[in-house]
């Protein structure tokens, strides 16, 4: 485990797994401890993963100003992260909400990132929330699942507002509900900050106008991944934030939902690094062309 100091003193944390090229790796959650990542089904075979603590999770201190948990406020974490390594540029892989940092810190920085592999991404930093109708189609994909009739219920509760957030509908959000994904949802408690969830969300961290403007300028290399059964971002969701960056491409993993790696490590580590490393992605695209 590595450290550095924040701009406002807090000593945050990462993790360096594998060999290779750098990489830093944002998780999503919101604000959920980069442990949930694990070795992303096997690229630290292929890139060095700098996994980041963000701020008040996992081995990172609890920052004086709680509202420093927006996600605006921590593009300077990341950007302290990338001077403390010695990269003058980084490749980035952001899973999920940490896709909004991500896009805010290319924003903000964008002669410092080289390459950003966008990892079913819901693009709230572009005003481009996943929609309930979005997840209601998603999850009507999985009506012949033996679990779909007692999940879908209270999914479509909580969509409507009247219910909240069960347990029992966390299927939907894995391609395969196996003994991998419920390992993997039963640490989701335990590495989840909530209340700094709620922070990062803040409506005024985001200025989507200004996000667009800028990355429209990017030089950025930019992956877009969906999964084929993922809510949130749906393949076409992920198509429209594709088209904000001026060199997108987007991959369709078949049969993942939120968590890729762990439903085809295989197809997600080959079409990631074929990526990373500007290699032709042909035969990896089976559902949904590549732009």
């Known amino acids: 485990m590595g450290t550095f100091t924040a701009y406002d003193g807090t000593e945050l944390a990462y993790h360096v797994r594998g060999r290779g090229a750098p990489l830093v790796v944002l998780p999503g959650g919101p604000m959920r401890a980069s442990s949930y990542l694990g070795d992303l089904g096997g690229l630290t075979a292929h890139r060095r993963l700098v996994l980041l603590d963000l701020r008040g999770t996992g081995d990172s201190a609890v920052p004086a100003d709680p509202a420093t948990y927006r996600c605006d406020r921590l593009v300077d974490d990341v950007e302290a992260l ?64 033996p679990w779909f009739e007692e999940a879908y219920g209270p999914f479509e509760a909580w969509l409507a507002g009247t219910g909240d957030f069960d347990p029992v509908f966390l299927p939907f959000f ?47 290399r930019v992956l877009v991944l969906a999964g084929e059964l993922d809510g949130g971002p749906r393949p076409e969701l992920a198509r429209r ?31 990631v690094t074929a990526f990373l490393e500007g290699q032709p992605s042909h035969g990896l695209s089976a559902v949904g062309a590549d732009r």
């Not at 001077?83 to 896709?99: F, K, P, T, Y």
């Not at 991998?180 to 409506?203: C, K, N, T």
């Open 82 to 145: 990338r001077v403390h390594l010695g990269l003058d540029r980084m490749d980035v892989l952001a899973h999920s909400a940490g896709g909004s940092l991500a896009m805010l810190h290319a924003a903000r920085h964008p002669t410092r990132v080289g390459r950003l592999a966008l990892i079913t991404a819901t693009p709230w930093a572009l005003d481009m929330p996943a929609t309930p109708e979005d997840r209601r189609a998603a999850a009507l994909l999985r009506r012949d699942e």
């Open 174 to 220: 894995h391609g395969r509900w196996d003994d991998a994904a419920r390992a993997h949802v039963a640490r989701g408690p335990q590495e989840s900050h909530y209340e700094a969830g709620d922070v990062y969300l803040s409506p005024d961290a985001f200025d989507p106008p200004a996000t667009r403007a800028a990355l429209a300028r990017s030089t950025a």
């Open 241 to 271: 934030c594709a088209a904000v960056f001026p060199h997108a491409e987007v991959a369709v993993q078949p049969g993942a939902g939120h968590y890729p790696w762990l439903d085809d490590p295989e197809w997600f580590v080959r079409r």
